[in-house]
């Protein structure tokens, strides 16, 4: 069984920068896609960046150019690098992972393995 424990999270101004962390233990993940969702308070759950095990990257439209995600060469930690941060960006980010070759960005029902989430915290 997959564990994903994401660190990283915290408060910060408008334009500052965060890194998220998530490292992955219990099984490797290194040919499984992963990524980064988040969500707010009465919202769905929503993609935000996900890496097959290719190191190949999808970013969700309101991410483009501020935010870059990675993985280490084995695959068992995976990074999310906020840059430019927005009061909208506020949320709760989840790390997941599925045994897939294809990540669903728009899609949280197809991973099977989720972090509790760290919070995200940008102010105006």
């Known amino acids: 069984q997959v564990h994903l424990q994401e660190s990283g999270g915290g408060s910060v101004q408008a334009g500052g920068s965060l890194r998220l962390s998530c490292a992955a233990s219990g099984y490797t993940v290194r040919y499984y896609c992963m990524g980064w969702f988040r969500q707010t308070p009465g919202k769905e759950r929503q993609g935000v960046a996900t890496v097959d095990n290719l190191g190949n990257p999808r970013y969700a439209e309101f991410v483009k150019g501020r935010f870059t995600i990675s993985r280490d060469s084995a695959g068992n930690t995976l990074n999310l690098q906020m840059n430019s941060l927005k009061p909208d960006n506020t949320a709760i980010y989840f790390c997941?992972?599925?045994?897939?070759?294809?990540?669903?960005?728009?899609?949280?029902?197809?991973?099977?393995?989720w972090g509790q989430g760290t919070q995200v915290t940008v102010s105006s």
């Open positions: 997941a992972a599925t045994p897939r070759f294809t990540c669903g960005l728009g899609t949280p029902s197809l991973y099977n393995s």
